[in-house]
T-cell receptor, first 111, second 113 residues
């Protein structure tokens, strides 16, 4: 089983729609969780950290469910500019603090 | 403030040739990383460094070497390139270890023929 699993998509949604992605992780010792955004042929950039209490940044909401070992990202009122690949990132202590990237979920927002 | 820069942006090598990828950061970060990204596999850590003069192996270190002689620079070397090393290589840096945001360079697209 992969340490971090994501549905690669693509998720094709119309502008204005709400879309949600989940990411599951296998190691219960995982401590830190992030969502990164990667535009086509560009580098990943941090979108938001995911805290135990959940967090919200404008149209974006991230949540953590430790019992079921998944994190989620909700995007409300999708914009064309939200089209990108969203990478789930999980880290845990293991040498230097092992960081594992998911393969990413591709989102395409359609006019 | 340029952040993380990488050179070159593109390169085509023949099997058996060698090359060095240069990563530079101007954020005074202690931690630096080299990743490769391949379709369907996500980012995989090749080597990393927790400070000037230190290096350590990541998940897929075979065929690569690294050096960090200066805090701001992290070099990735391919001694004898193989087609399996065709990939996009990203350098990243962070202030702290895995719990801290990583800042990525723009990537190097390497093709080995």
């Amino acid at each position: 089983r992969k340490e971090v699993e994501q549905d690669p998509g693509p998720f094709n949604v119309p502008e204005g729609a709400t879309v949600a992605f989940n990411c599951t992780y296998s190691n219960s010792a995982s401590q830190s969780f992030f969502w990164y955004r990667q535009d086509c042929r560009k580098e990943p950039k941090l979108l938001m950290s995911v805290y135990s209490s959940g967090n919200e940044d404008g149209r974006f909401t991230a949540q953590l469910n430790r019992a079921s070992q998944y994190i989620s990202l909700l995007i409300r009122d999708s914009k064309l500019s939200d089209s990108a690949t969203y990478l789930c990132v999980v880290s845990r202590t293991g040498g230097y603090q092992k960081v594992t990237f998911g393969i990413g979920t591709k989102l395409q927002v359609i006019p | 403030n340029a952040g993380v820069t990488q050179t070159p942006k593109f390169r085509v090598l023949k099997t058996g040739q060698s090359m060095t990828l240069l990563c530079a950061q101007d954020m005074n970060h202690e931690y630096m990383y080299w990743y490769r990204q391949d379709p369907g596999m996500g980012l995989r850590l090749i080597h990393y460094s927790v400070g000037e003069g230190t290096t350590a192996k990541g998940e897929v270190p075979d065929g690569y070497n690294v050096s960090r002689l200066k805090k701001q620079n992290f070099l990735l070397g391919l001694e004898s390139a193989a087609p399996s090393q065709t990939s996009v290589y990203f350098c990243a840096s962070s202030y702290g270890p895995g719990w801290d945001e990583q800042y990525f360079g723009p990537g190097t697209r390497l093709t080995v023929t």
